[in-house]
């Protein structure tokens, strides 16, 4: 109760605490953050897919920074050599401004992309936004670009309706938790719902013979979902793990160990605060954290 309380607080902890104790998740605010991450997590054997924070735009021209800056990740991801992809999110290409304006803005992504051999995943995120999502995934695949993946979260439970509707694209999914707060009519609530969801869409995907980046860092389904793997002989090339920048690295170096492929989100921007706050309220030790924060600001000892 103690630990949901404060993750309540959160908005209401001052920006310099909520970036300090988000440092770990982030890779820098410029581009060449993002690129000196990727080459180790590269030297460690771990791919990545880059982020450009950007999901709180209000303008035409601040989508259009946004394409600009992920045109320059291309480049940059090419010139240096890089084993990374990128990760888009529709309102940061300007979703809520129009949905034309998203669909150009991710097309020209897309198309940058392709002519440097490179790949686009587009982020889900929350349920206000999954059809139009989902819509401009089918509209880009059946304009011929193949070089473009989705997202779906166990949590909501349209998945395995979606998953059916996807399955004549044979998709490349991102399959993880959902990290939005969802209602109870359309979304699993409890944490073993979820989990028996996530299982419940991997089969799905592997049955409709879909690429799966099994995104999580859950103990329990990196388990299952190890067994799943060798259950159906899948190959090395024939799924993923993937995990955030910051979280569990020791158990993403286990599975490289172990053979898997594996890789690492790797955000980087100035806009780092509402993915910040995301990250935080998955944090079990966040809690502690914040309070001896809080208490330390309280005895003036850090005056932040
Ligand atoms: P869970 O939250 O139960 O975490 C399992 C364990 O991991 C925790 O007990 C803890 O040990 C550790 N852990 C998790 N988060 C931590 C944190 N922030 N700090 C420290 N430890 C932590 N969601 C979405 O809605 N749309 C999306 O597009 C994506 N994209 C995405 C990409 C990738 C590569 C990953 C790994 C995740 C996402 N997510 C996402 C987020 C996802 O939906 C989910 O919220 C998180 O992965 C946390 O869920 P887990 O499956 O890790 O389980």
Redesign the pocket.
Known sequence: MFDRAIVRLLPAVPRPVVRKLSER?IAGPELKDAREAVRSLNAEGKAATIDVLGEEIRTEEEAAAIVRAYLDVFADIERCGLDSGVSVKVTGLGLKLGYELCRDNLRAVVEDAASRGNFVRI???DSSTTDDTLRLYRELREEAHDNIGV?L?AMLRRTASDIAALRDLKPSV?L?????LEPADIAYQEYEAVRASYIRALEALLDAGSYVGI????EW?LGEAGRIVVERQLGRDEYEF???LG??PRRGEQLVREGHRLRI?VPFGRHWYEYSLR??Q???SIAGYVATDTLGRLLGKNGA
């Open positions: 998740y982020d889900m995120e997202v979260q991102r993880c938790k959902g990290i939005y995104a999580t860092h859950d389904l993937q995990m955030l979280v569990r989100y990250r935080l998955e944090n079990p």
